[in-house]
T-cell receptor, first 109, second 112 residues
Framework: QKEVEQDPGPLSVPEGAIVSLNCTYSNSAFQYFMWYRQYSRKGPELLMYTYSSGNKEDGRFTAQVDKSSKYISLFIRDSQPSDSATYLCAPCTGNQFYFGTGTSLTVIP | SQTIHQWPATLVQPVGSPLSLECTVEGTSNPNLYWYRQAAGRGLQLLFYSVGIGQISSEVPQNLSASRPQDRQFILSSKKLLLSDSGFYLC???????????FGDGTRLSIL
């Protein structure tokens, strides 16, 4: 069983839609949860960083962690064409980072 | 603020040639440093990480090696490249092991 599972997509939505991106993980020891955004031919860029269960909001982005079901989500409100990118989840414990394979998102104007 | 530089952005090398990719971090001291390879549909594969000068941990046995000659410099090398070494190589840093990692813009390596 993989440490992190992420639907690769691709996901295509119209501008203004609410986007939901999800990951599941298997290791209950994960304590920190990150979301990265990666544009084509660029390195991943840290988008959200949360600790333990709960929600964290930053502008149009909301990260949600449910440790009881080992499920992490990223919601994007009022999606924009500039949100078109690949999104990677990354749970972490101690020194160990595990990156999802990424979900490709296209927001159509 | 901290910045990470990685070069070159693109590299085309013949099979059997040597390799040297360099990564430097500015604006912080004693960072953890990482080398990853990213293949399409396969996510990020951790190759090496370093918690200090001269301290290198290898995650995957392969044709590559890493060195950290200075606090904020991390080098990925190979003596003889294989076709299978093609890929997108990313350098990253973090302040400690459980802090978020910050990535450079990567080197796209093609082996001919």
């Amino acid at each position: 069983q993989k440490e992190v599972e992420q639907d690769p997509g691709p996901l295509s939505v119209p501008e203004g839609a609410i986007v939901s991106l999800n990951c599941t993980y298997s290791n209950s020891a994960f304590q920190y949860f990150m979301w990265y955004r990666q544009y084509s031919r660029k390195g991943p860029e840290l988008l959200m960083y949360t600790y333990s269960s709960g929600n964290k909001e930053d502008g149009r982005f909301t990260a949600q962690v449910d440790k009881s079901s080992k499920y992490i989500s990223l919601f994007i409100r009022d999606s924009q064409p500039s949100d078109s990118a690949t999104y990677l989840c990354a749970p972490c414990t101690g020194n160990q980072f595990y990156f999802g394979t990424g979900t490709s998102l296209t927001v159509i104007p | 603020s901290q910045t990470i530089h990685q070069w070159p952005a693109t590299l085309v090398q013949p099979v059997g040639s040597p390799l040297s990719l360099e990564c430097t971090v500015e604006g912080t001291s004693n960072p953890n440093l990482y080398w990853y390879r990213q293949a399409a549909g396969r996510g990020l594969q951790l190759l090496f990480y370093s918690v200090g000068i001269g301290q290198i941990s290898s995650e995957v046995p392969q044709n590559l090696s890493a060195s950290r000659p200075q606090d904020r410099q991390f080098i990925l090398s190979s003596k003889k490249l294989l076709l299978s070494d093609s890929g997108f190589y990313l350098c990253a840093w973090s302040q400690t092991g459980d802090q978020p990692q910050h990535f450079g813009d990567g080197t796209r390596l093609s082996i001919l």
